[in-house]
């Protein structure tokens, strides 16, 4: 009997450390909405993989598609679940005002002085800058030996340089190109844009091409209309040049002059939880380091200083933010197109028919 139980009790003893035995704690895991392809490759090896090898903190990958509703006006009411989200600055600043993402302060979060690191206009109440990526005019390098186009006025002059021209199917970009190409300084198109006449201003700039103009609106289109001699110049992304470019048929030249561009941020969508997680990976993220590595594999300019001299020198003088391509540049004013974009689109696209 004393055996029996010996055994009773020690059967009850395992049982009960079975039920008091702590569950193992699920790793954590935070979410971040952002962009596929090449980007989204970029970001996995740059980024992600060595966040979690550092934190020990999983990522959950969206891929948001430029699609940001679900944040800004969710059709249940209730905001997606992503901790952190990749972001232009116009949807950043709609949100920001509406208290769909949290303030971001780049001192607090990653060090006094920091922000003067930062490219001016990659700094948002609710975002810190990552990737400055730009659109250039991009050329035939096949056709122009001779001379080569080196102004935006010469993209608008079909005398000297004869061929179709490419453009974005959209106002957004064409109208800044067309002021800048006339000798508009960067700093007043907008003021220009604003005022009576300045959209006509415009308008007429780019009737010189019309004739010539075939439009595009993915970005891979450019690459493939100047492949395939449907074109001798278009506006492009510049990137998408100066990765290495598989299946090129024809050599392309770029022309900087005046470049346009834009940044994508990282913010923190309110109310989403897991806040000190999102906080820790926005600060990796935007290490100068992380921002060199991201900036190495996509041909994108880092928003940091810190983070361009960390890129390589053979890389560096080449990207979108190296003084020579850069000094003439104009940022896309996002808060210009969310104003008037629908009604100067109308207008373009009537403009584009006619």
Request: proline share 7%.
């Amino acid at each position: 009997m004393t055996g029996y139980f010996k055994y009773i009790c020690a059967c009850c003893s395992l049982v009960l450390a079975l039920h008091l035995k702590p569950a193992r704690a699920q790793a954590p895991e935070i979410t971040v909405a952002t962009w596929g392809g090449v980007y989204g490759e970029a970001l996995q090896a740059a980024v992600f993989k060595p966040f979690t090898r550092a934190t020990g903190i999983g990522i959950r990958i969206h891929h948001h598609g430029s699609n940001f509703q679900p944040l800004l006006k969710p059709a249940n009411g209730h905001p997606a679940d992503w901790q952190v989200v990749d972001i232009e600055r116009g949807p950043l600043t709609r949100g920001c005002a509406e208290g769909v993402f949290e303030k971001l302060d780049a001192e607090e979060l990653l060090g006094r002085g920091t922000s003067r690191d930062f490219v001016p206009g990659t700094l948002h109440p609710c975002g810190i800058g990552s990737m400055i990526w730009s659109q250039v005019i991009a050329y035939d390098a096949t056709i122009f030996k001779k001379r080569l186009p080196r102004t935006l006025a010469d993209f608008f002059d079909l005398n000297t340089f004869p061929g179709k021209r490419g453009l974005f199917a959209g106002a957004e970009g064409n109208l800044e190109i067309a002021l800048m190409s006339d000798g508009v300084p960067p700093e007043d198109v907008y003021d220009i844009l604003r005022k009576p006449g300045g959209v006509d201003q415009a308008l007429a700039i780019l009737d010189k091409i019309r004739p010539a103009a075939v439009f595009w609106q993915g970005g891979e289109e450019p690459e493939q209309f100047l492949n395939d001699g449907r074109v001798v110049m278009t506006t492009a992304y510049a990137a998408r040049f100066l990765r290495p470019r598989q299946g090129a048929r024809r050599p392309a030249g770029l022309l900087w002059s005046h470049q346009l561009w834009r940044t994508t941020y990282w913010a923190i969508p309110a109310g989403q939880g897991r806040s000190a997680d999102a906080l820790r990976f926005v600060s990796f993220a935007t290490d100068a380091a992380r921002l060199a590595e991201l900036s190495t594999r996509l041909w994108f300019g880092p928003a940091r200083q810190s983070g361009f001299e960390a890129v390589p020198p053979n890389i560096r003088e080449h990207l979108p933010t190296a003084r020579a391509q850069f000094h003439d540049s104009l940022q896309i004013d996002s808060g210009f197109w969310d104003e008037f974009g629908p009604q100067i689109d109308a207008r373009f696209q009537s403009w584009r028919g006619g």
